[in-house]
């Protein structure tokens, strides 16, 4: 029987971003990560910039800006034939203006690298969390299953749930939990881009199809919606050749490559999900990012909020761990710390549901058709506090967190 101080599940950005926050701390942690790479296609690629305010603080926003990556600094959409500028970031404070794209796994092969550096840091891929381990009422560490079949027990004086929205240890734990409704579904799919393309992110808002084009360099990186559980009735009765041709109806641009997706199998489903923990934590387990709160796609704020309360739950709790005295008023002080952030963002996400999503889908939303902005975006575009909040929000968010000192370090040159 194996044994850390702390165990953590999952090896996604709230993962790797605690672990190495603890091991810079000096805590004993240990990360299982059930696949044998970070290789993941439509995993969330934004960094927002909060997340890239960490980066420096860590020492690690010079090799971060090395990573392939585009930066958006703009939202356009298409209305009267051209692209029409929605939104900046050029106004939001701090050095970063900009929302980065950046794979996934190269961000987690960044982090994974500068954990790694850390002795008391251990990173274990092809290890799969099975169940939890129970000692009078408390979670006392984790059972595992190795891609080769070998089985295992790590105790521990904390476990953190990382492992996402279907999270294994959320589930063990019975831990209750409120959902909504979400009216949508997601479709995503990469198409090449061309030199000739504009830049950033390009929402489409036709008839009978939302859509958003995200810059990739060579590549956008697109997610349309469709309504919620459509997915298996749609695929039967339509060809995949549908989605590409409705885009094209309202970006013409996109007309030499209608042709693209020939095959289903290009289209991978999100099944999108709206809830969040009564209660993150029990004794001697916490639950974080999408464990604790499944985000909505809209504004692609789950990654960075997960990755926030990695940074909240490794400064109230490395000093408890170093003296092994973890409570579960500690892990209650995780929890009211993050809620704010965590409900309020959710709210916008139900409102922006019900006035734009729902709408679009059940085809009651048309703007390709329009030959200048409408009126509330014009007025909106004219007004400074209304046009600058929502690029706020989404690129800074409520109660940002910054790194603890005792994880910052000088540039990694």
């Known amino acids: 029987m194996e044994r850390t101080t702390c165990l953590v599940a999952g090896g996604g950005p709230a993962g790797m971003i605690l672990g190495l926050l603890l091991a810079r701390a000096g805590v004993e942690v240990t990360v299982l990560e059930k696949h044998g790479d970070f290789l993941r296609d439509f995993r969330g690629d934004t960094v927002h910039p909060t997340t890239l305010d960490l980066l420096d603080e860590l020492g690690l926003g010079e090799e971060f800006a090395k ?30 203006k900009y929302i980065a794209m950046v794979p996934q796994w190269d961000l987690l092969d960044l982090l994974a690298r ?8 251990r990173l274990r891929m092809n290890t799969e969390v099975t169940e939890l381990v129970r000692e009078a009422g408390r979670v006392v560490g984790v059972r595992y299953r190795t891609k080769d079949g070998a089985t295992g027990t790590i105790r521990a004086d904390l476990t953190v749930a990382c492992d996402g ?27 090449p881009r061309h030199d000739t393309d504009p830049a950033g992110a390009v929402p489409v808002l036709t008839q009978n199809r939302f859509a958003i084009m995200l810059d990739r360099g060579d590549y956008w990186q697109c ?23 409705s885009l094209a109806d309202a970006v013409p ?16 489903l999100l099944d999108v999900q ?4 009564d209660r993150w934590y029990a004794d001697g387990l916490l639950c974080l990012g999408d464990a604790a709160h499944a985000m909505s796609p809209v504004g692609g704020v789950g990654i960075n909020l997960a990755v926030q309360d990695a940074v909240a739950a490794a400064r109230i709790l490395a000093p408890k761990l170093l003296s092994r005295t973890v409570t579960a008023a500690e892990l209650a ?31 009651r939303r048309n ?34 967190e910054h790194a603890p000192d005792f994880a910052r370090r000088p540039p990694v040159r």
Do not use: C, Y
């Open 367 to 400: 703007l390709s058709n329009a030959q200048r902005a409408p009126l509330a975006l014009r007025l909106f575009r004219r007004i400074p506090l209304v046009r600058d909040l929502p690029p706020l929000f989404v690129s800074r968010g409520v109660l940002p």
């Open 114 to 121: 500068a954990a790694d550096i850390e002795p008391t840091f």
């Open 333 to 363: 002080r995780v929890q009211r710390r993050r809620t704010l952030p965590t409900v309020l963002t959710q709210t916008v996400q139900r409102i922006i549901h019900a006035l734009l999503v729902g709408p679009a889908v059940e085809g």
């Open 274 to 277: 709206l809830d969040r923990l």
């Open 165 to 191: 929205r279907g999270s294994i240890l959320r589930a063990a734990a019975g831990l209750g939990s409120h959902r909504w409704a979400t009216p949508f579904d997601v479709w995503w799919f990469r198409i």
């Open 67 to 96: 990573l392939p990556q585009r930066r958006m600094n703009s939202v356009q959409l298409p209305i009267g034939g051209a692209m029409v500028t929605a939104a900046s970031f050029g106004n939001i404070p701090g050095r970063h």
């Open 223 to 245: 997610a349309t919606l469709l309504a919620k559980g459509g997915d298996p009735a749609l695929r039967q009765r339509q060809s995949v050749e549908v989605i590409m041709r």
């Open 253 to 268: 641009w996109l007309a030499d490559r209608t042709d693209v997706l020939r095959d289903w199998d290009q289209v991978q």
